[in-house]
């Protein structure tokens, strides 16, 4: 309903108040625990320690690219 394709705990309340004003907003984020228990498994530690690790390198290689050209 919103035009979400993830919904957090972060995120959309401030995206929503930012549209609101007409502030200019982007948000980077990292899916740690992808739905999970939806499929019956669970999900360890290792596995969202390891998810973290590789979207943070992900995102810390976005940031290094884009900043710059702010």
């Not at 995206?15 to 007409?22: F, H, I, N």
């Not at 200019?24 to 899916?31: D, G, I, R, S």
């Not at 999970?36 to 320690?49: F, P, R």
């Amino acid at each position: 309903q919103d035009g979400c394709e993830l919904v957090g705990m972060t995120g959309m309340p401030e995206a929503a108040l930012a549209r609101e004003l007409g502030i200019a907003y982007a948000h980077c984020a990292v899916v740690s625990n992808w739905a999970a228990g939806v499929h019956g498994e669970t999900v360890s530690m290792t596995e969202i320690e390891e998810t973290l690790k590789a979207g943070m390198g992900r995102i810390m290689q976005l940031l290094t690219q884009v900043v710059p050209l702010l």
